[in-house]
């Protein structure tokens, strides 16, 4: 206890581990995915413009090209956010194999991972990083095909019909890598809601952020 009288310490508060625009960017761009991802599990792509039976499947598939400029909009925000150099935590914890101590760093933690521990997610760690920058890249795969996609059935760039089918099949590749993603960010987060942080309530917090390449 502390004697009466006597000042008190008040312990160094570590800081968030997002800053409140790349929080606000990545939840804007996490809702904006799973819609996209919804509505690409039931669509029908068109074998060119014009073409086609008018359903609900290719409802959704009008839906879901309407509504790609926006998600677009949001992910190249994102991109933009992250790249600068107030953004906490940076690109470079997105990229750690990029740097030579972070390597070091992802094959320990990759190695602890064959034994099923895997670290906590507000720690800085370069697996926890670089799973966000895969997904990140699989999902800039899916818009970049999505721009040509809306930029053939909508805006009448001249992209063949075997172009546009070509490109779809490869959002839906593209899908298929990131819903692996988006369901290990879900479990993630319940992990760190149900386990991490009910089991640090109560810590004073000591730790400050470590060099993580963001600059």
Same mark, same amino acid.
């Given at each position: 206890m502390?004697? /009466?009288g006597?000042?008190?310490i008040l312990?160094?508060?570590?800081?968030?581990k *997002?800053?409140r625009?790349t929080?606000l960017?990545?939840?804007?761009?996490?809702i @904006?995915?799973?819609?996209e991802? /919804?509505?690409?599990?039931?669509?029908r792509?068109p &074998? @060119?413009?014009?073409?086609? $039976?008018?359903d609900?499947?290719?409802?959704?598939f009008e839906i879901?090209?309407?509504v790609? +400029? /926006?998600?677009?909009?949001v992910w190249?925000l994102?991109w933009?956010w992250i790249? !600068?150099p107030c953004a906490r935590p940076?690109i470079? *914890?997105l990229? +750690?194999?990029l740097?030579?101590d972070r390597?070091?760093?992802?094959r320990?933690?990759l &190695?602890?991972?064959?034994?099923l521990?895997? +670290?906590?997610p507000?720690?800085?760690s370069?697996?926890?990083?670089?799973?966000? @920058?895969?997904?990140?890249?699989a999902?800039?795969g899916?818009?970049?095909?999505?721009?040509i996609? *809306?930029a053939?059935y909508?805006?009448g760039? +001249?992209?063949s &019909?075997r172009?546009?089918h070509?490109v779809a099949?490869?959002?839906?590749i593209?899908?298929? !890598?990131?819903?692996?993603?988006?369901a290990?960010?879900?479990?993630?987060?319940l992990r760190?809601?149900?386990? $991490?942080r009910?089991?640090?309530?109560?810590?004073p917090a000591?730790a400050t952020?470590?060099d993580?390449? /963001?600059?």
């Amino acid at each position: 206890m502390t004697p /009466a009288g006597a000042p008190t310490i008040l312990q160094p508060r570590k800081p968030p581990k *997002y800053d409140r625009g790349t929080r606000l960017l990545h939840a804007a761009l996490a809702i @904006g995915v799973v819609t996209e991802l /919804a509505l690409l599990s039931v669509m029908r792509v068109p &074998a @060119g413009p014009g073409l086609g $039976v008018r359903d609900w499947h290719r409802e959704a598939f009008e839906i879901h090209c309407r509504v790609g +400029p /926006a998600v677009a909009l949001v992910w190249a925000l994102h991109w933009l956010w992250i790249s !600068l150099p107030c953004a906490r935590p940076g690109i470079g *914890y997105l990229f +750690p194999w990029l740097r030579r101590d972070r390597r070091a760093v992802l094959r320990r933690e990759l &190695a602890d991972l064959l034994r099923l521990t895997i +670290p906590a997610p507000d720690d800085f760690s370069p697996l926890v990083g670089a799973v966000q @920058g895969l997904g990140l890249c699989a999902v800039s795969g899916s818009v970049i095909g999505g721009l040509i996609s *809306y930029a053939g059935y909508f805006m009448g760039a +001249p992209f063949s &019909a075997r172009v546009l089918h070509e490109v779809a099949l490869e959002q839906l590749i593209m899908s298929w !890598l990131v819903w692996p993603f988006v369901a290990g960010h879900g479990l993630m987060a319940l992990r760190h809601f149900f386990v $991490v942080r009910r089991g640090r309530a109560g810590r004073p917090a000591m730790a400050t952020q470590p060099d993580t390449g /963001a600059s």
